[in-house]
């Protein structure tokens, strides 16, 4: 380091200063594979230090760091977060400013990254009149998922709107910015009624499901009047990835400029501090400068094969998959690097497995077991928080789920919604009497049927078969006695597994998204660590922070993520467009 470290500095990635550990055999992309400027942190330890505020903790932190710069090195403490960490990741330091270019291209706006907020984004602004830009650093348009959903205000109780919007917000811990998420709530219901229009043009596999994916929740709260506008782009292995290349078509037609397997590579700064393009690398290996005269939208998705940033931000992930490829954190760190910061500690990670087996089972109170054998966790708790049982190297997110042959009888009153013995042939992938290449991700299939517990265990490819053995034993003495003394199931869901074929279901956790980014406004718009707007720059999708709060990502409503996506995509490139205030627009009531 040239420079002495400053608060500001501190502040930059939600207030931790250190470095993230070298993690040894995990599974993942490597970090910064994809852009040339995105480089690997230095490996370095936890520190032990503590101190009686936080405040005196960054202060001290501050002349620590400044004294090691002055020394030639990067070491550094501090507590602003909540945490002491040792060091400095090498991302937090901007690379050298880029000045070899090639060419140079104007537009009005220019996007990065082609998918589910930045192709939205691109089109509405272009038929808005924008000369747009898309720069995309793959070789087509990615996405992932399949279900996106907004409220259909029109046909909504505003009543009962404004309590879904409650619940939303008390999932998230109450850590929401609320006009983030009302903005979805505003205006969600049309931004994907467009993305299903424009999606549509271009030949995407796509429907509206409306309340189909949302009845649980409605049902459980006693909500009968709400609308849901619900994209499902499908059947898999199609997905919204396949939608927005679909999509991209359209785009095309009016008049977006998109730029393939063009990295970006850092953000153009001027001298008072304001964005104004982009410098993102050709096939050919020159650089090209995008000028945007209105602004530059970060649409680059998450970080989660970002090997340091994930030991940096989620260390208890460190032992899990990432499901996606290419999340590298390229728009992240080039936001901190033009004067952004992240978002606070506490980022929200997504972690399920709707392939395995029916999604509409996987949060049924079946008998749960690891790979162990050993039942761990009482059968009511959510998917969605299973990686929290399940984090150790040991367990890398893996569990079974148990029943018999009687299951739509067993189970009929159980939450979710059941897949019949016949229907549910298409997730056991050793049966070759049916096909396997539509409605499921072959590659992810992993239920199974054995008319022994023994042979179960062995196409469940359970450790220790003995210990499996015990642990049904021990759920069926539970399920006589009518009370479970082990983890306190509630009655009506112990149910016997006592009739063959025996079945079970391989689930695997992986991460499907990190929904935490850089710091933005209502406006969309990123913001320095001393919350300053900064001139010409937004980021939008995973990309950006602010709209979740709590530690895990929830499901209460199917599809929100990929629903504030679009919203935010169609929110901002039509505000861009027109010069308006995103707001000036009257919601679709």
């Known amino acids: ?8 500095d501190l502040l930059k990635f939600g207030g931790v200063v250190g470095a993230s550990a070298a993690i040894a055999g995990l599974a993942g992309c490597a970090a910064g594979a994809e852009n040339a400027s995105s480089a690997s942190a230095s490996s370095a330890s936890a520190s032990s230090a503590a101190a009686s505020s936080a405040e005196a903790s960054a202060s001290a932190a501050a002349s620590s ?24 990741p090498n991302w937090l330091e901007a690379p050298a400013q880029i000045t070899d270019i090639s060419e140079e291209k104007d537009f009005d706006i220019v996007v990065v990254g082609a998918g589910a907020p930045g192709c939205p984004a691109a089109l509405i602004a272009a038929e808005n ?7 995309q650093k793959q070789a087509r348009a990615n996405a992932y998922g399949n279900t996106g959903s907004g409220v259909d205000l029109k046909n909504s109780d505003p009543a009962q709107v404004a309590a879904l919007l409650n619940l939303c917000l008390k999932q998230n811990q109450y850590r929401s910015d609320v006009d983030l998420m009302k903005m979805w709530f505003d205006y969600g219901g049309e931004a994907v009624s467009y993305v299903i229009e424009k999606a549509t043009e271009g030949g995407a596999q796509v429907v509206d499901q409306g309340n189909q994916q949302h009845a649980p929740t409605q049902a459980k709260n006693g909500w009968d ?10 059947p898999k292995p199609y997905n919204t990835g396949n939608g927005m290349q679909d999509l991209c078509t359209v785009l095309e037609s009016a008049g977006v400029e998109i730029f393939y397997e063009t990295p970006a590579q850092q953000l153009v700064v001027n001298d008072s501090g304001a964005v104004t393009g982009v410098i993102a690398q050709a096939k ?20 989660q094969c970002d090997t340091d940033m994930l030991a940096y931000y989620l260390p208890d992930m460190v032992n899990l998959e990432p499901k996606q490829d290419q999340r590298t954190g390229d728009g992240h760190k080039m936001v901190i690097w033009a004067g952004g910061c992240m978002e606070n500690i506490g980022h929200t990670k997504m972690l399920h497995d709707f392939d395995a087996g029916p999604a509409s089972m996987c949060d049924m109170p079946f008998l749960r077991t690891k790979m162990s054998g050993e039942r761990f966790v009482n059968e009511t708790v959510e998917m969605s928080v299973m990686n929290c049982f399940l984090n150790s190297a040991e367990d890398g997110g893996e569990y079974v789920q148990v029943f018999d042959n009687d299951y739509m009888e067993k189970a009929a009153e159980f939450p979710g919604k059941l897949v019949d013995p016949e229907e549910i042939r298409v997730y056991i992938p050793e049966d070759d009497g049916v096909s396997h290449d539509e409605g499921v991700l072959k590659a ?7 008319d022994t517990i023994e042979e179960l265990a062995e196409l469940l490819e359970i450790k220790d078969v003995d210990t ?10 539970i399920c006589d006695a009518g009370s479970d003394p082990d983890f306190g199931l509630p009655a009506q869901y112990l149910k016997k597994i006592d009739t063959p074929p025996y079945w079970g279901i391989h689930r695997h956790v992986r991460f499907s998204a990190f929904c935490s980014g850089v710091k933005i406004d209502r406006d969309l718009q990123c913001l320095t660590p001393e919350g300053e707007k900064i001139e010409g720059l937004y980021a939008i999708g995973n990309c950006s922070g602010g709209f979740y709060g709590g530690i895990d990502y929830p499901l209460d409503v199917p599809g929100m993520n990929l629903g ?21 627009f009257e919601p679709v009531k």
């Open 1 to 8: 380091m040239s420079e002495n470290i400053s608060r500001r």
């Open 65 to 88: 760091a400044a004294a090691a710069s002055a020394a030639g090195t990067t070491t550094g403490a501090t507590l602003a977060a909540g945490h002491a960490r040792e060091g400095l």
């Open 129 to 135: 009149g924008a000369k747009v830009a898309l720069i």
């Open 225 to 234: 009047n709400i609308t849901m506008v619900t994209s499902f782009f499908g």
């Open 284 to 303: 050919d290996g020159s650089n090209i400068q995008f000028n945007a005269s209105k602004g530059v939208i970060m649409a680059t998705g998450d970080y």
């Open 444 to 450: 992810f299939i992993n239920t199974h049927k054995a």
């Open 468 to 477: 499996f053995k015990a642990s049904i034993d021990r759920w069926n003495e």
């Open 564 to 584: 504030r996506n679009y919203t935010q995509g169609y929110c901002l490139g039509r505000a861009l467009a027109t010069g308006k205030s995103l707001w000036d």
